[in-house]
């Protein structure tokens, strides 16, 4: 199993790499309330330039935040905000919407396949 981050080991006790570069780069230990974050998403990349504090809400906030919390139904045009495991795939509101989707890809679909080769 890969490690999630580079540790490193001082008397005996493990540490996370890039929590001890931040602390180093700082001049001071790092709160519990404080999060390091790698600005370019390589966890293994421990240049203390690439690393940033922040508090966990916007930590949380910032990798939380990769597909919108409220989309646009392309069915009817509502607003409405999906389930957070759904977030990228959902496009309706409902499954009313969901089946009218359907029919609409499956009508284009069957209506292309009926246009001659040499168009």
Known sequence: MPQRYKKRKIA???????????????????????????IDHDRFNNDPDNLT???????????????????????????YEPAPTKRARSRTCSRDCLRALQSKIAIENNAASRLPWNA
């Open 12 to 38: 005996g006790k493990t540490y996370s790499e890039h929590r001890l570069v931040m602390e180093k780069k700082l001049g001071r230990p790092l709160r519990a309330d404080e999060v390091v974050h790698h």
């Open 53 to 79: 504090v922040m508090s966990h809400a916007e930590h949380s906030a910032l990798h939380n935040n990769r597909y919108p919390r409220v989309k646009v139904c392309e069915t009817c045009g509502k607003e």
